[in-house]
Structure formats: structure tokens, C-alpha cells
């Protein structure tokens, strides 16, 4: 089945419906059969999913439905894979996500300097002292505690456990800024230090000096009595709780593409494999009505980042984080099979010598075989474009950058500084290589007269010299070949295609440039189509892009 990716006359009264025709986003399949096909119109960069709704019901995760759900094998974890091959809705004409109340583009898409990425989400701050304590919870096990300041800014203080000190606050805080970074809606996380002496206890609460003093035992604390801790600013608006991994929610007009769908969330994928976040879960999603009742809007955050960089595999003793998913039928059978003989590659890997580090990794770490603990839908939907637009993402993360977040996550051992900083860089490398050669890595640049400027993300990023083979095409706007297959040979990242003269002929033809990079043992990936009109002679319009 081919899915037509723009707007035709038969599907317009269904576009009109949820005003898609005005974003011009790519649409689901029109007929069976049927090329993708694009209109010549502005190209979408925001998609306004913010018009007022009624204020919905609060949703509140039912923790044995949701496991009940993941916890059993699910198609993708079997050993016959069922793929569900179907092109994310939530991209431009483009191939690009539009900002929204999901995302907002950031790195790759404008010049994000490491002072930037830093500074993240940050608004007000750290809390600033005396803090007044309004609530606690997970006194023995994770224990937080919800305050606020001089300011009456509420923050949600998370701290480390005894036995990890630094390991959750430096990884929550390089996580926070990220996945803000990656264009994500986040809370603005600060990594600060406290002492009991500056808390207060509410006037209004039960609480008791000693419950405080019982949070205190189960965290790590420094030799001075500084306690280090996140203090996340509590989302302003209304907590709605966890978004659906699937489907969309019946209580918001404005979500009109089923969550499996979302690139933006597809691409988490890549994202959670690049710091591990394993444990990824729609407790990660959470949704909030911002603005005054049924005035307002559901904005949709990325949330808890506690258990990255190896975390969770250290505090929960969980060493197949990433490897396995927690009920994983293939790996049951080959255990069944090899009589238990076989020693996975997680059993490998030696704890780190630093309390602030889990059993994060770069050597044994295969982008190709990533998983997480509980199968997430929208993963398990992730298409070849999709990774490829997240690895586009994560490319525009250079070493400067990450050498600076990591430095300003205040690790307390120098040595894991650099340990972080090294492990971060090889797992981006071998994910981005791994991504740019599962599609035709070529993005558009520009035209230029009769020809089409691209860049070709693999060797940008290399930085290589080494030969590209490519096999171009053009097609008809019903995608029958109109020129004989040609084969260009490119050295260097950026390549020129001449438009055939046969082509240029008539103002506003529609035609296909379909570019498939053919590697030096042979291998054939996914094309890239280029979709444009001709103006004039001289004037050519690129305007869709399909990887």
C-alpha cells in the first residue's frame, strides 16, 4: 500500500473537518495503490493544536491495566516480527515535525549553543530558601519531597539514594536538558544542594519533624551535610496524568493523530537509546490543561529522568536495561535452547568503579538490538524515516555540547566526568552511523537554477571522502518513469542534480526525483524522494521530501 502525503480533491471535506487543509500536514492514505503526492504551499513549521477545549477529566493510570497490557509478549517481542509499516502523521511536507503542543523544534533545526543547552528549560531557577515542606512522598524508597520557596514557586525535590551519591542528579539533569534539546516540552530541572536547616514544615499539614528526618536517612549527603538534589518546578495547570501510548485522547479535540503514529514520539527510539532511558513508560508522558477552564489547552510534556545513563540497571539491579525487554520471549528460548550456557552481553559488563555512574556503556552497545524493560508502543511503530530524522537530531549534538552538560551535572568524581563525556559521544556515533545507513541519508538544501542542492547526512557526518554511489530517477506525478536510470558518483557531502531538459517543459509539471544511495558492498537502502513544480524554465520548486 502507498500513502498519499498531501492533499487531493477527494480527501478535502475530511481535511477541512480537523483543519488540516490550513498546516498542509502529511495525511493518512487516500487510495490504494496511489503515489505520494504533495501541493505547492507554504511548508507547515507550526501546527496549531491549541485551540480551546472544554476542561477534560484528570486521568489517573491504572498501574495493573498498563502492566497487564506490556507485561506479556507483545508482536514485536516475538520471534516472527509483525511490522507495522506505516508513515508517521505528525510531519510537514518536509519531512520535518512542526512545532506544537508536543514539541518545538530545537537542535538541528536552529544554532543551539552549549551555554543554551545548559541553560535549558530554565525560567525561574533554582528554589530559592527558606522552603516550606507541603507533602512527601516514597519516604523509604526514592524519597521525595514537594515544596516551596520565598517566591511561592513550587519545585519537587528528588534526591540520590544512599548507596549511588551523584547518580540520579547528574543523570536527570543531563537527560532534562537533553531531551530540551531534542525539542521536547520538559520541566525545568535544576541541580542544586540543601540543608535540613532551611526547610520549614507547612502550617496547614500533618507533617512531623521526624518524617523529615526520615527522608534525610535515605539519601545521600556530602561530608559538609549538603544533600544533593533536582528540584523540578511543578508544571503550572492542571495534571491530567499520563498521555496514552496509543490511540489518541477522546477528551482532546485538538489530538487528532493516533500516539503510535506521532514521529515525535516514535522517535523516542533513538533518544532513549542514545542515554538509555530504558524504563520509558507513559508514566514519561504526562499532560497538562494549561490555561483557565475551558479556555485552555493540553500541552505534553516528557517527564522523570531519573533512570537514564545506566540508573536503573544500578539502582534496581536491572543489568539487562536496554538489552532485554523484563519478559522477553526470544531470549527465554534461547536460554531454553542453550540449556543456559549462553552468557548474554549485559552479563558482561563490569560495574563502574564510580558511585555517580551505573552500568552505562558504549562497547557492547548495538543500536540495532536496543530495547526497553516494557515494550512502548510508540517504539515499537518507529519507521526507517523516523530514526533517520531523530539521528539528524542527535547529530546536531557536537562534543562541546556534551562536554559541557556533563561538566555542569557536578559529578563528584572527575574520572566519571570523563568516563560520561566519552561514553555519551561513542553511543551518539554509533547511532547516528547506524540510522543514516537505513534510509538514503540526503537532505534538501536548495535549488539552484535547474538543478537540486543536497547534502548527504552520512558523510557530513563522517567527514569522510570515500565514493557514494547513487541511482536517480524521475517520475511523473503517477510515478512512471519518464528518464533512463542514471548512476552519480559523489565524493563529498553535498551533491548537485541537473534536472533533465525533457522535464523542464511546461509551467507547473509535477515531477519526482527519486535518489536511492547504493554502498560499496552493493547494498540498496531506502529512497529519498524529492517532489517538486516547475515554475519556469529557470525556476523549480522543491516541495515535498519523503525518506
Known amino acids: ?29 487516500c487510495a490504494h495503490q496511489q503515489p505520494y503526492q504533495f501541493i505547492d504551499a507554504p511548508v507547515v513549521t507550526y501546527y496549531n493544536d491549541i485551540h480551546p477545549i472544554p476542561l477534560p477529566e484528570s486521568v489517573h493510570q491504572n498501574v495493573f491495566e498498563y502492566y497487564a497490557r506490556v507485561k506479556p509478549p507483545q508482536p514485536n517481542a516475538l520471534p516472527v ?84 551519591p551523584g547518580i540520579s542528579t547528574t543523570s536527570s539533569f543531563i537527560a532534562n536538558r537533553l531531551f530540551w534539546g531534542f525539542g521536547y516540552h520538559v520541566p525545568e ?51 491530567l496524568g499520563p498521555a496514552p501510548d496509543h490511540g489518541v485522547r477522546s477528551d482532546d479535540p485538538n489530538d487528532h493523530f493516533p500516539h503510535e503514529d506521532r514521529r515525535v514520539l516514535r522517535a523516542l527510539k533513538v533518544f532513549a537509546a542514545f542515554t538509555n532511558m530504558a524504563d520509558i513508560s507513559t508514566d514519561n508522558l504526562f499532560d497538562i490543561y494549561v490555561g483557565e477552564p475551558n479556555y485552555g489547552y493540553i500541552k505534553h510534556y516528557l517527564i522523570d529522568f531519573d533512570d537514564v545513563l545506566g540508573t536503573v540497571a544500578a539502582r534496581y539491579d536491572k543489568p539487562w536495561a536496554g538489552f532485554n525487554h523484563d519478559f522477553d520471549v526470544p531470549d527465554m528460548l534461547i536460554n531454553f535452547v542453550s540449556l543456559g550456557l549462553r552468557i548474554p552481553d549485559w552479563e558482561k559488563i563490569p560495574p563502574t568503579p564510580w558511585p555517580s555512574v551505573g552500568m552505562f556503556e558504549a562497547t557492547l552497545f548495538d543500536p ?49 566526568e570523563q568516563y560520561m563525556i ?31 542542492r543536497l547534502v548527504n547526512r552520512l558523510a557530513e557526518f563522517e567527514n569522510s571522502s570515500h565514493d557514494f554511489y547513487y541511482t536517480v530517477r524521475f517520475l511523473d506525478e503517477n510515478a512512471q518513469p519518464v528518464t533512463e536510470t542514471e548512476v552519480i558518483t559523489n565524493s563529498q557531502p553535498t551533491l548537485l542534480v541537473p534536472i533533465p531538459a525533457s522535464i523542464v517543459r511546461l509551467e507547473h509539471d509535477y515531477f519526482c526525483m527519486n535518489i536511492q544511495a547504493a554502498y560499496e558492498d552493493n547494498s540498496l537502502v531506502n529512497p529519498a524522494q524529492f517532489h517538486c513544480i516547475v515554475h519556469d524554465e529557470n525556476n523549480i520548486s522543491v516541495i515535498g521530501v519523503v525518506h
Open 81 to 164: 516480527t509483525i511490522t507495522k509499516n506505516k508513515a508517521a502523521r505528525d510531519v510537514n511536507a518536509l519531512d520535518q515535525i512542526p512545532g506544537s503542543s508536543w514539541f518545538f523544534p530545537r537542535l538541528g533545526a536552529f544554532p543551539i549553543s552549549p551555554e543554551e543547552l545548559v541553560e535549558g528549560p530554565t525560567e525561574f531557577g533554582p528554589p530559592q530558601p527558606p522552603l516550606t515542606v507541603i507533602q512527601i512522598r516514597n519516604v523509604s524508597r526514592n524519597p521525595r519531597l514537594i515544596v516551596f520557596d520565598r517566591r511561592d514557586i513550587h519545585y519537587l525535590l528528588k534526591f540520590d539514594p544512599p548507596d549511588y
Open 368 to 416: 540495532a538490538r536496543w530495547k526497553e524493560t516494557n515494550p512502548f508502543k510508540p517504539i515499537r511503530y518507529c519507521q526507517p524515516a523516523d530514526a533517520y530524522w531523530a539521528a539528524t537530531v542527535l547529530a546536531a549534538l557536537t562534543p562541546v555540547h556534551i562536554q559541557a552538560l556533563v561538566q555542569a551535572a557536578d559529578f563528584p568524581e572527575p574520572e566519571a
Open 422 to 452: 566519552k561514553t555519551l559521544i561513542e553511543r551518539q556515533r554509533k547511532l547516528v552511523l547506524y540510522y543514516y545507513s537505513r534510509v538514503t541519508p540526503l537532505d534538501l538544501v536548495g535549488t539552484e537554477g535547474n538543478a537540486i
Open 189 to 239: 530541572d535544576q541541580l542544586c544542594t540543601i540543608r535540613p536547616q532551611i526547610l520549614r514544615i507547612d502550617t496547614g499539614s500533618d507533617i512531623k519533624a521526624s518524617d523529615i528526618d526520615a527522608v534525610f536517612k535515605n539519601c545521600a549527603h556530602s561530608e559538609n551535610g549538603d544533600y544533593r538534589c533536582i528540584a523540578s518546578r511543578i508544571i503550572r495547570g492542571l495534571p
Open 1 to 29: 500500500m502507498r500513502y498519499a502525503l498531501c492533499a487531493l480533491p477527494s480527501n478535502q471535506n475530511n481535511m477541512k473537518k480537523f483543519g488540516y487543509i490550513s498546516v498542509l500536514l502529511l495525511l493518512t492514505a
